[in-house]
């Protein structure tokens, strides 16, 4: 396939379990450079591009070939956007870049967190500082088709962002009350 500087592409996986995506959470309220790093693997993702240089065209094709074993960043292009990510299949924590806490204390610290998810963490001065979305080896690239989404799929996918946004939203209700 020829790829072409400003024309719109979908790119996702060519195999399961390679879509992975890298989320840094600092803790703003006491100390950021407190970082912890949430990776969750996906059994699928799927992305808009648009490259805008010769360089991204080349990182699409190198990626597109049977050999490719390295990863795409989806962050090194300056026109991308998530389409969406399917089945997520794993939850790694990373601690060691959180030092506020140590021996016990982060131990208890950690026990809390892995009850009560990534919220507890949003609600104790953590705020999601970058996320990084890579696809791990061969990808597929397709010219992004325009069709219109029927009715069930557009519906579910409206369903399921505005519950996310209001169990946020209730959250930040929560929050604010206190002050």
């Not at 993702?45 to 960043?73: C, I, K, R, S, Y």
């Not at 953590?126 to 088709?145: A, H, R, Y």
């Amino acid at each position: 396939m020829n790829i072409e500087i400003g024309k719109t592409y979908q790119v996702s996986n060519k195999y399961k379990k390679c879509y992975v995506e890298y989320e840094y959470l600092k803790n703003y309220d006491t100390d950021p450079m407190d970082t912890v790093v949430i990776e969750t693997g996906w059994r699928s993702g799927n992305w808009f591009v648009t490259p805008q240089e010769e360089h991204e065209v080349e990182m699409l094709v190198e990626a597109m070939a049977d050999d490719f074993e390295d990863e795409l960043e989806m962050n090194d292009f300056s026109e991308a956007e998530m389409i969406d990510s399917w089945d997520g299949c794993w939850d790694d924590w990373d601690w060691t870049g959180y030092k506020s806490k140590e021996g016990e204390e982060l131990e208890e610290f950690i026990e809390e967190v892995q009850e009560e998810g990534m919220f507890y963490l949003l609600d104790n001065g953590f705020d999601t500082d970058e996320c990084i979305c890579v696809f791990q080896g061969q990808v597929i690239v397709e010219p992004k088709v325009e069709k219109a989404m029927n009715g069930s799929s557009y519906s579910r996918l409206a369903h399921q962002s505005n519950m996310q946004l209001r169990i946020y939203e209730k959250k930040l209700k929560e929050n604010n009350k206190g002050e």
